[in-house]
T-cell receptor, first 111, second 113 residues
Framework: RKEVEQDPGPFNVPEGATVAFNCTYSNSASQSFFWYRQDCRKEPKLLMSVYSSGNEDGRFTAQLNRASQYISLLIRDSKLSDSATYLCVVNPSPGNTPLVFGKGTRLSVIA | GAVVSQHPSWVICKSGTSVKIECRSLDFQATTMFWYRQFPKQSLMLMATSNEGSKATYEQGVEKDKFLINHASLTLSTLTVTSAHPEDSSFYIC?????????FGEGSWLTVV
């Protein structure tokens, strides 16, 4: 089983749509969780951290379910500029350890 | 502004030559940096952990003699792809931690012809 699994998509949605991405991770001891955004041929950039209590940043909402080892990202009112690949990322242990990346889910928002 | 800087952004080299990629932490010290590689439509795969003043730790399947890592200072790690071949063509990217956030360099596109 892969450490971090995501639906690769692509998700093609119209502007204004709501879209949800899901992710599962295999290491139950994982410490922290993130969503990164990667534009074509660019480096990943942190979109938001994910907490068990859920967190929201504008149109973006992230949820973590530790019992199910499941992470989600909800994007409301999609914009053309949201088109990118969204990476589910897990920090497997405390300290300065490398992140583990999912393959990413590609989103295309269409006018 | 950038927190981690990587250079060069793009490089084309002939098969059999070596290429050096630099990763710098800007205005902070990074005792540890991470090097990843990403092939098209694939996830970022950790290649090695670069440790200042000591040997790098390589992931399984990554040849340490081919991918030389040097972390001689607290703000600079270098990755040298030795005797590059076309199959080494990829996106190489480094990262470092500042406070509780991982920052990435801009990445380096390597094309071996």
């Amino acid at each position: 089983r892969k450490e971090v699994e995501q639906d690769p998509g692509p998700f093609n949605v119209p502007e204004g749509a709501t879209v949800a991405f899901n992710c599962t991770y295999s290491n139950s001891a994982s410490q922290s969780f993130f969503w990164y955004r990667q534009d074509c041929r660019k480096e990943p950039k942190l979109l938001m951290s994910v907490y068990s209590s859920g967190n929201e940043d504008g149109r973006f909402t992230a949820q973590l379910n530790r019992a199910s080892q499941y992470i989600s990202l909800l994007i409301r009112d999609s914009k053309l500029s949201d088109s990118a690949t969204y990476l589910c990322v897990v920090n497997p242990s405390p300290g300065n350890t490398p992140l583990v990346f999912g393959k990413g889910t590609r989103l295309s928002v269409i006018a | 502004g950038a927190v981690v800087s990587q250079h060069p952004s793009w490089v084309i080299c002939k098969s059999g030559t070596s290429v050096k990629i630099e990763c710098r932490s800007l205005d902070f010290q990074a005792t540890t940096m991470f090097w990843y590689r990403q092939f098209p439509k694939q996830s970022l795969m950790l290649m090695a952990t670069s440790n200042e003043g000591s040997k790098a730790t390589y992931e399984q399947g990554v040849e340490k003699d081919k991918f030389l890592i040097n972390h001689a200072s607290l703000t600079l790690s270098t990755l040298t792809v030795t005797s590059a071949h076309p199959e080494d063509s990829s996106f190489y990217i480094c990262s470092a931690r500042l406070a509780n956030t991982i920052y990435f360099g801009e990445g380096s596109w390597l094309t071996v012809v």
